[in-house]
């Protein structure tokens, strides 16, 4: 079966693609070039089938190009998979890098099996994660541009109070209240503040398309399902099921908080165990919102009035999950304290449990059974 196989690796760039064919048989690959266009795609999918004996198998490295030459060459009916680069097999003693020998590597490494596949996402869910990968962009551009502000205010001697908290309605009050006697400070100080505005307008915005969209199929069970956890409203849900696509394509809790890099690194030999950090490997867009998230759990267990309305409406079992998720974070968060342990390190095994907590199987919310 495999000797039929066709192997074709791709390295993708902005302008070029260099394609490396492995015919079955034959450890020589074929190596050309090709634009990297629509047209020059669907030329480069018929002559592989056309000098293929049987299936081909392409595959390229994920990177800045997206998705976009897999669903190509997948509309023409080639199989191609895009593949982690961080998992690719490295040999300690290559020492040059060029694209000709990054596709045959490609090629190479595919046919033995080695390479760990991506699953990509649909367009649709590609565009509701870039809507809130957007977002997060925006809340990073208003926090520099709080930074400059301040700063600026901090060389010319101006501080709002000790102990007092900026960005309150108070501290904004005392921004418009501060006037320059040089015309070029005042320029600056108000170009700071203008900034700030329009960023702030903009995430206003996305956040109300991004509450539009969870409203909507497929976003509207799973987001109201996440909800019902403490410390994850609409953002947070939305990131969850934007990012993740689908909880099914994980096996089990643990795959899915290995994939998160919530694990600890591990080095060990012998009867010798050492372990350090977490991996930070996968998705850092979900790892973040759920640390953020499971700082929620160092409160002793309740309901507010403002969970108690995210829950109405909401499946009994799926509230039934998420009081026992709470009950259980906030006991974890609390005995690991009291073990001495920062608070940091109590938030990231937090995470890690709250990440096994909640899986999507067959349409219905499950608990996953997670240890330590």
Known sequence: MTKSITWVGLDAHKRSISVAQL????RQAVEWEVPNERAAVKRLARKLEREASGEVRCCYEA??????????????????????????????????????RDARKLAEIS??????????????????????????????????????????LLRRGLVFGVGKRAWTRAHREWLRSIRFERVADQAVYEDYLLAITQVEERIKALDERIATLATEEPYRAPVGWLRCFRGIDTITAMTLVAELH?????????????????????HSSSDRTRRGSITKAGNSHVRRVLVESAWHYRHPPGIGETLRRR??????????????????????????????????????AVARELAGLYLERDGRAVEGCMRG
Do not use: W
């Open 23 to 26: 015919l079955p048989g034959r």
């Open 63 to 100: 990177g800045p190009c997206g998705y976009t030459l897999q669903r190509q060459l997948m509309d023409a009916g080639i199989v191609c998979e895009v593949v982690a680069p961080s998992l690719i097999p490295v040999k300690p003693g290559e020492h040059i890098k060029t694209d000709r």
């Open 111 to 152: 046919r033995a099996g080695l390479l760990t596949e991506v699953h990509p996402p649909s367009e649709d869910e590609e565009a509701a994660r870039d809507l809130c990968r957007c977002r997060e962009d925006a809340v990073e551009d208003v926090a520099r541009c709080r930074h400059r502000l301040l700063k600026m």
């Open 246 to 266: 689908d909880f099914r394509r994980f096996g089990s809790p643990r795959e899915l908080i290995a994939y998160l890099g919530l694990v600890p690194k591990e």
């Open 311 to 348: 829950r109405q409406g909401q499946p009994p079992r799926a509230i039934a999950i998420a009081d026992k998720a709470q009950q259980r974070l906030c006991r974890r968060f609390r005995r690991l304290i009291e073990r001495g342990k920062p608070n940091n390190k109590a938030a990231i």
